[in-house]
């Protein structure tokens, strides 16, 4: 029964392969892709309330019992996580339908898209540190000719920052994988951490630490996010979509991996300087957000915010802290998608990015209006949205801390958050239309649909909290207490 959990990397990468020999059937390719990760979803949810009822689900490849093979590793944490990409994934494969074209549809767009959630989902269940580093491969290698698609200067000159801070960052990834393996002796992550507690984290394991954390800041854009903005706000509005929700999620939730598991033992030092770090990201996010008034800069900006903000929570690391974090990023997830195709929407109905060039659309599209402005109010934590929930329990959890800087700024920035999106809706939506009806572009169903489904995702996961609780406490109770993990994968079943 355990095989069930590598489905959810098999499935998307199988299909995109498949897609690569079907290349000129664009219609075949869109059913077989949406029906491909609607499947994911549905074995991602049958997995997440198997583990509710039958624990931690291990399975190992070969045969080869940990320590010594590859196993994959479905916990609560990272299935909440499996589940949401796929969703987002769905979502921003309906709008592709109607807006990348079909001269990108003829270059493997839906491979490379099944390749990244393969990347993406694999990175989320693996239980080995080297695989770890695989499946971020196979994700990036995806996201390179992702955010090239369509060879507009402007995309290539990003893509280039972004390739060399990507390949920098791996050789970094490698180097401490390579350290590490040869301290301890191992690169399970379970057996890493009972390695790691019986030798004591020392200077040498502590400096590795920060190597590792060097690296998942670099892929997450904490603190080291200088890359994020420009290759965020490049590619076509689906990729830009599948970015701002996705790829940052993937280094956090590798830093929350390791260092709830593996590098516990110093918060002091550790944890601190995550702590350090999450608020300047934040502080410097804020800035970027107010400063530019391209729409697209300002969604990236607000990408980069969420990094910090979400990472109070691990520095902090007590329980309603982590539960708050594991909330968050379920939600920002959701409403980053949103967000991200709600901006090339009107990007697309006014041919151009800038602030002050738009005006008056509400009159002309009410229902991406509003939208905009419920994504907006989620985004700044406006109860009882999504963004509320996971903001409080963070914030209890700094105050249970005494972790009152940090605190202030986290919220200090969810104003600046809010400025920044309320700045966009009130000069772009209000005001006198510059579009008339002759020159109004009209919006296909496809473009809609998922932007209203996302918007009613966002409103269901604020008021029906109560029923995504028991998957985010049993998230935070095995990231709290690395020896459930560690039983799981060591002593447990197949």
């Given at each position: ?5 590598v489905?959810?990397m ?8 498949l ?6 059937s664009?219609r ?17 949810l ?13 399975i ?8 010594y ?5 479905a916990?609560s ?14 979502m921003?494969?309906l ?8 001269a990108?549809e003829n ?6 898209v ?7 989902n694999?990175?989320?269940l ?16 995806s ?6 698609l ?12 972004y ?12 180097l401490g ?5 040869g ?7 379970a057996?890493?951490s ?14 590795i ?16 996010y200088?890359?994020?903005p420009?290759s ?20 956090i ?17 550790t944890?601190t300087?995550i702590g350090?770090m ?27 915010i969420?990094?910090g ?15 708050g974090?594991?909330y968050y ?10 967000l991200?195709?709600l901006?090339?929407t009107m ?9 002050e060039e738009?005006?008056g ?7 991406i ?13 406006i109860?009882?949205l999504?963004g ?5 329990l ?13 605190l202030a700024i ?10 920044s999106?309320?700045?966009?809706f009130?000069?772009?939506?209000w005001?006198?239309t ?13 473009m809609?649909i ?10 269901a ?6 029923w995504?609780?028991i998957y985010?406490?049993?998230a ?19």
């Amino acid at each position: 029964m355990n095989n069930i959990i590598v489905l959810p990397m098999i499935i998307p990468l199988l299909t995109g392969i498949l897609l690569v020999f079907i290349r000129n059937s664009v219609r075949l390719q869109r059913i077989l892709s949406f029906v491909a990760i609607v499947i994911t979803a549905v074995i991602s949810l049958y997995i997440l309330n198997l583990i509710q009822t039958d624990g931690i689900l291990r399975i190992d490849f070969g045969g080869w019992m940990p320590p010594y093979g590859i196993s994959f590793v479905a916990d609560s944490f990272s299935v909440l996580l499996v589940l949401t990409t796929a969703i987002v994934t769905a979502m921003v494969l309906l709008y592709s339908f109607s807006s990348i074209g079909a001269a990108h549809e003829n270059m493997y767009f839906y491979s490379l898209v099944l390749f990244l959630i393969a990347g993406v989902n694999g990175s989320f269940l693996t239980g080995d540190l080297f695989n770890l580093f695989v499946c971020f491969e196979v994700m990036l290698l995806s996201s390179y000719v992702l955010i090239t698609l369509g060879g507009r200067k402007i995309q290539l000159v990003e893509s280039i920052k972004y390739v060399v801070i990507n390949v920098v960052s791996s050789w970094f990834f490698l180097l401490g994988i390579a350290y590490l393996y040869g301290t301890v002796g191992t690169l399970n992550l379970a057996h890493l951490s009972v390695r790691v507690a019986e030798v004591g984290q020392g200077p040498l394991l502590t400096t590795i630490a920060i190597i590792f954390l060097v690296v998942f800041s670099l892929k997450s854009g904490l603190l080291l996010y200088f890359w994020l903005p420009g290759s965020y706000s490049v590619p076509p509005t689906a990729v830009a979509a599948l970015f701002g929700a996705l790829l940052t999620k993937v280094g956090i939730y590798a830093m929350f991996r390791m260092f709830t598991l593996v590098f516990y033992h110093e918060p002091s030092i550790t944890h601190t300087l995550i702590g350090i770090m999450a608020a300047l990201t934040m502080i410097g996010g804020s800035i970027g957000a107010i400063a530019y008034k391209d729409i697209r800069q300002i969604a990236a900006y607000n990408v980069v915010i969420t990094v910090g903000f979400i990472l109070v929570g691990l520095a902090v690391s007590t329980q309603v802290a982590l539960e708050g974090s594991v909330y968050y990023i379920v939600h920002d997830m959701i409403i980053k998608a949103l967000l991200f195709l709600l901006i090339g929407t009107m990007i697309y109905v006014t041919k151009t990015s800038r602030i002050e060039e738009m005006s008056g659309l509400i009159r002309n599209y009410p229902l991406i209006g509003w939208s905009f402005f419920l994504t907006l109010m989620s985004i700044a934590g406006i109860p009882p949205l999504s963004g509320f929930i996971g903001k409080v329990l963070i914030g209890q959890g700094a105050i249970e801390t005494g972790s009152f800087v940090l605190l202030a700024i986290a919220f200090i920035s969810s104003v600046f958050v809010l400025y920044s999106l309320l700045r966009i809706f009130m000069n772009t939506f209000w005001g006198e239309t510059i579009i008339s009806e002759e020159d109004e572009v009209p919006l296909e169903k496809g473009m809609l649909i998922p932007v209203v489904l996302l918007g009613i995702a966002t409103i269901a996961l604020g008021f029906g909290a109560e029923w995504i609780a028991i998957y985010v406490q049993d998230a935070a109770t095995t990231l709290m207490n690395p020896e459930i993990y560690i039983d799981a994968v060591m002593n447990g079943n197949q």
